[in-house]
T-cell receptor, first 116, second 117 residues
């Protein structure tokens, strides 16, 4: 009953450090994505992937890298952390099996990141 | 581009009160519409969805009707409980190439709901 698993749940970084947020799903979903949640702004899409080896930018991609070497995993890398990247990060996945509109998107429990 | 606007919160209600959280959207295509709920310290859970005009999504006593003419998807519940205290997000998913949404959602800013006994 794992679904979408994110690690770590909490992390404090110093400005300029790099780190990777891990995301794994066990539902064989083709699509995976990363969002950040900031107060009063809802969730905003950072990067997404429609399958292994394919990634694309979302609304706020700057300062983040992603890769998709397997169907299961979609890590998010912060290259040089900045205080503006203090946020809650959510990984999500969904399947093509619903054949189009309305396919349910499943979210992980979130990663709380603070950059000091 | 696509956008979602939710009523500003926070919303504070007494138990058994009627709840409405307004949501309107702007989209270039024919979006699917969703309500997600986030309980304290947890991730987002899908509450309900509607995929075409006049569809009504419902779950756990919550309802929302897809109104194309008013571009709205307001969330309602007839009698709220303390356990409904959470943040509620309205979202839309637009169709990409091939008629799939590619897991890309556009969210509203969220509405904090607090229900007192």
């Amino acid at each position: 009953n794992a679904g979408v698993t994110q690690t770590p749940k909490f992390q404090v970084l110093k400005t300029g450090q790099s780190m990777t947020l891990q995301c794994a799903q066990d539902m064989n979903h083709e699509y995976m994505s990363w969002y950040r949640q900031d107060p009063g702004m809802g969730l905003r899409l950072i990067h997404y992937s429609v399958g292994a080896g394919i990634t694309d930018q979302g609304e706020v991609p700057n300062g983040y890298n992603v890769s998709r070497s397997t169907t299961e995993d979609f890590p998010l890398r912060l290259l040089s952390a900045a205080p503006s990247q203090t946020s809650v990060y959510f990984c999500a996945s969904s399947s093509l099996l619903d054949r189009g509109i309305g396919n349910t998107i499943y979210f992980g429990e979130g990663s709380w990141l603070t950059v000091v | 581009g696509n956008s979602v606007t939710q009523m500003e919160g926070p919303v504070t209600l007494s138990e058994e009160a009627f709840l409405t959280i307004n949501c309107t959207y702007t989209a270039t295509g024919y979006p699917s519409l969703f309500w997600y709920v986030q309980y304290p310290g947890e991730g987002l859970q899908l509450l309900l969805k509607a995929t075409k005009a006049d569809d009504k999504g419902s779950n756990k006593g919550f309802e929302a009707t897809y109104r194309k003419e008013t571009t709205s998807f307001h969330l309602e519940k007839g009698s709220v409980q303390v356990s409904d205290s959470a943040v509620y997000f309205c979202a839309l998913s637009d169709l990409g190439a091939g008629g799939t949404s590619y897991g890309k959602l556009t969210f509203g800013q969220g509405t904090i709901l607090t229900v007192h006994p």
